[in-house]
């Protein structure tokens, strides 16, 4: 249900056009500021005060957890190194870490990266003030709640216990976050380069004492390098501990868009 709620609240930040035409208006809603005020979104969609997700406070939230020497080294490699395409990673996790007050996620500031995260918080400014029809970012904070909760309907459905493979993983922390995998093992599934560097990353970040200690919330998380454009990425899977046998929920949010 709490899943529930926070969608309903960016619902008024979505264009109209992009809406489901069932006719619903969900409830008043708030958005929060860490400091404890609020922006208030109507679900006429008339107040959009706030619109540019948490605002400076959460930017300089995260970027404190960006300040270890290691930490900015990996991604000056990102940037140097990496595609467009994984990139995107990146970008994905800046979109959660700056809409913190619907998608819950401890580790997308650090995975995102400085420039990834300045980069969108200036594009929410900048259309905010030009009046910009939809919100920068929404549409990715509300996929990400919409697979949020749909996992959880799954896990519940399988009794608590289940296999979750997450296909493209990218920056992807729902291991960390996410309280009914409890009782699931999950696998990254995802390039190579990218699922090490996520794995630097984090552990730069957590052994700096910048960043807030990570709990993992799965019962265990296996990351499995792999290109899923290759024939032998399910036998990588399969040597990772992946059991065929047992109940499965496969998360493609990654990867949907490539297809």
């Known amino acids: 249900m709490a899943l ?9 930040l979505i264009p109209s056009h992009r809406r489901a035409r069932s006719g619903a208006r969900p409830p008043r809603r708030e958005l929060r500021r860490p400091g404890g005020s609020s922006w208030s979104i109507m679900s006429s969609g008339e107040e959009r005060a706030g619109a540019n997700g948490e605002g400076e406070g959460v930017l300089a939230a995260v970027m404190e957890q960006l300040a270890p020497e290691g930490v900015r080294a990996l991604h000056a490699r990102v940037e140097a190194e990496w595609d467009p395409v994984l990139q995107s990673a990146c970008q994905t996790a800046a979109v959660r870490a700056l809409w913190a007050s619907a998608v819950r996620d401890p580790a997308a500031g650090v995975l995102a990266g400085e420039r990834h995260l300045r980069g969108l918080h200036e594009k929410m400014r900048r259309d905010e003030r030009a009046g910009a029809r939809e919100v920068p970012g929404v549409m990715i904070a509300v996929r990400t709640l919409w697979f949020d909760a749909r996992i959880e309907a799954a896990v519940a459905s399988l009794g608590g216990a289940a296999q979750v493979v997450l296909l493209g993983a990218g920056m992807d922390a729902r291991a960390y976050r996410l309280g ?27 052994s700096s004492g910048n960043h807030q200690k990570l709990t993992m919330m799965a019962k265990s998380l296996t990351r499995v390098p792999a290109d899923i454009r290759d024939v032998d990425w399910m036998t990588k899977l399969q040597s990772c501990g992946y059991v065929s046998e047992r109940n499965t929920i496969w998360v493609l949010e990654g990867i949907l868009y490539y297809l």
């Open 180 to 206: 009914c995998l409890k009782e699931c093992a999950v696998f990254e599934l995802d390039f190579a380069d990218l699922l090490e560097m996520k794995s630097d990353i984090l552990h730069e970040s957590m």
């Open 4 to 12: 529930c709620g926070r969608l309903a609240a960016l619902y008024p």
